[in-house]
């Protein structure tokens, strides 16, 4: 076990440079990873507690660039959204739960892989479909950050606009979670804390780290590599959910 506890240390350290370069994502690398180590419930309340600190990091660099309307106007669904997706959780059986994960992973890796025109601003009215959708993707596998970065990413924000803004939402859906978390005892488990002693430090140095390639890499760049390694664990996923 201590072995294991290391291990995942390293997954979150891994999945925050992702999320200290982009504003998202960490979930998205980490989990999947890290369910070949630990069951997916033990994964998700562990990386809710890496991720939480990732989230209030990286959401209080400048929020003054959020842009407050889009804000106000996801909140209402992920709260609604993450109810539903924690309902799900607790009742779904592991091998499922490991395919369903595998899937959602495969579709956004396909999604990143392909250019999409970020020009063509949406109604704002998309903002309670993309809450939602995040809000049990949050619950359900530990990453609501794919809904809310294809709404705003076409709601012409700004580069610094759009990452403050997102950064804000993620705080606020996974706050939201870890509260769920709490409630239906997926967080009581001591192990979870045991392992977080050494992946929250981790996911922490990994942030620092990926702000540095923020700065430098070009977002397009790293979204690519990024989709590569998600359509490989996904993939990974998919296959041990159906042996």
Known sequence: MPVDYLLLAAIAFLGSIVFGA???????????LATHLVPLK???????????????SVALEKPKNAARGEYLRLVPMILVGTV?????????PRAAGMLLLGAFVIAYAVYALFPHESQRV?????????????GVTSSLFG?????YVIYLSHRGLSK????????????????????????TGLLLDPH??????LAVPAALAGIAVGRRIFLRASREVLMRIIAGLLLASGSSLVFRALQ
């Open 143 to 147: 990453a609501g950050g794919p809904p």
């Open 42 to 56: 033990f994964a998700l309340a562990l990386f809710a507690l890496a991720d939480i600190a990732n989230s209030y």
């Open 192 to 197: 979870v804390w045991l392992a977080a002693a």
């Open 160 to 183: 610094e606009a759009f990452r403050a803004t997102l950064g804000l939402v993620t705080m606020t859906s996974i706050s939201v979670r870890v509260i769920a978390f709490f409630i």
């Open 84 to 92: 539903a997706g924690v309902t799900v959780l607790v009742n779904l």
């Open 122 to 134: 949406i109604s704002q009215g998309w903002a309670w479909i993309a809450g939602f959708a995040g």
């Open 22 to 32: 982009t504003g998202f994502g960490a979930a998205l690398v980490a989990i999947p």
